[in-house]
């Protein structure tokens, strides 16, 4: 089965042409970095006309998720490379909705989604208060005096799987910097940190937007680059780079 490599900054991605339903055990096998072909999850994308695209994801750990904002600008990219669509605007299809995009030259202009409250604006869990946000997939945000100090992998971990989540959640944990940007780490459900992750990292900008009063768009540092976020009437919108790196085969 042919594949694709790509990524939007460290956030790496096996693309295979659908309709395609992997089993679970497939997917890990694939994203296994030192046995694999190594990646944080597994897109399938298909061309449904010459306006839109569909797209599937698969965390690492081959469970489903919603949609994957990194993903979506790299599946923007590559259709658009390919031909599938007449122009540089059209619209990626997940399983959270419609996701218009823009190709430019250097990066993707993507519609990440309508923010979405979670029973409350603050919760306490395992010892934290987190601010639970949905952007397509659930978030919950918490805020920290050094992001690089901070138990990323002990507490999103636990964040993670705290029963008051059903479906789990992704886990950004958010310094607020003083030029007015924000600095994250991503935890993200069913894979662990990543480099990056364009919905964690539109939900840490809506919450330091909303909640700690930093102006938009706002310049969210990630390890593995800068994601610009900006909202206006109808969501939030992220522009960020997405990259092929290499194609192959794989049994």
Not at 199 to 209: E, L, R, V
Request: glycine share 14%; net charge negative.
């Amino acid at each position: 089965m042919d594949f694709v490599k790509v990524q939007g900054l460290g956030n790496d991605f096996i693309v295979i042409d659908g309709p395609f339903e992997p089993a679970p055990e497939v997917v890990v096998r694939w994203c296994e970095r030192q046995t694999g072909i190594g990646a944080d999850g597994v897109l399938a994308i298909e061309s449904i006309d010459a306006t839109r695209i569909r797209m599937r994801y698969w965390n690492a750990d081959g469970s489903e998720a919603e949609m994957c904002g990194n993903g979506l600008r790299c599946v923007a990219r590559l259709g658009y490379e390919r031909g599938w669509v007449d122009g540089r605007e059209f619209v990626v299809e997940t399983k959270a909705g419609d996701h218009p995009v823009t190709v430019k030259a250097d990066t993707v202009v993507a519609f990440v989604g309508e923010p979405v409250g979670f029973r409350t604006g603050t919760l306490r869990v395992a010892g934290w208060d987190v601010h639970p946000f949905a952007i397509g997939n659930p978030h919950a945000v918490l805020f920290v005096d050094d992001v690089e100090a901070a138990d990323v992998a002990g507490v999103g971990s636990r964040i993670e799987r705290d029963p008051i989540f059903p479906n789990r959640t992704n886990v950004e944990f958010v310094e607020i910097l003083g030029d007015g940007g924000i600095r994250a780490r991503i935890w993200e459900r069913g894979v662990g940190e990543t480099m990056a992750s364009g919905t964690g990292a539109t939900a840490a900008a809506y919450m330091a937007h909303t909640i700690r009063g930093v102006e938009a768009p706002v310049a969210v540092h990630l390890r593995g680059g800068v994601l610009t976020i900006s909202f206006d009437e109808s969501g939030a919108w992220m522009e960020g780079p997405a990259e092929t790196v290499f194609r192959g085969s794989v049994d």
